[in-house]
């Protein structure tokens, strides 16, 4: 099987064929990065990624994202709050509001966010990042 990938190690598609010569040339034309592993039979691209630092470069599984929080339930007064650490240097994190309304989606640099609320709110904070399993907290602020 073929597994053709960005330049971070994303594993954008897979094509299967007779042999490692099998597409190689369309591949190379198009500029593709790719990798010929005659072992694969079926791979999942949300729960693996390709190893680019590995020579030769192989498919390895996406490890989670372990999140840590302080609380998991805060006072809505405004200053109470809930810090949420572990999250990797360069980590898109979405909070959104009750179910609905995204409060904030960027990229977190620093590791860590800080939740907190002057209303009763239910916040989800989900957070993904390159190569690895996206992972996701609650924070219910009464």
């Avoid at 099987?1 to 198009?30: C, F």
């Amino acid at each position: 099987m073929y597994v053709v990938h960005d330049e971070k190690g994303a594993i954008l598609s897979t094509i299967s064929g007779p042999g490692k010569e099998y597409g190689k040339d369309v591949l190379d034309k198009q500029g593709d990065l790719w990798l010929f592993d005659p072992e694969l039979q079926n791979l999942d691209p949300t729960t693996n990624f390709v190893d680019l630092t590995a020579a030769p470069k192989k498919i390895v599984p996406k490890q989670p994202i372990v999140l840590s929080q302080d609380k998991e339930t805060i006072i809505a007064d405004g200053s109470d709050e809930s810090v949420i650490s572990g999250i990797p240097e360069g980590a898109y994190v979405t909070v959104t509001l009750n179910g609905k309304t995204p409060q904030f989606s960027g990229v977190v640099t620093d590791g860590q966010i800080e939740i907190s609320s002057d209303v009763p709110a239910n916040y989800l904070i989900t957070v993904t990042a390159q190569n690895m399993l996206a992972a996701t907290l609650a924070v219910v602020a009464k």
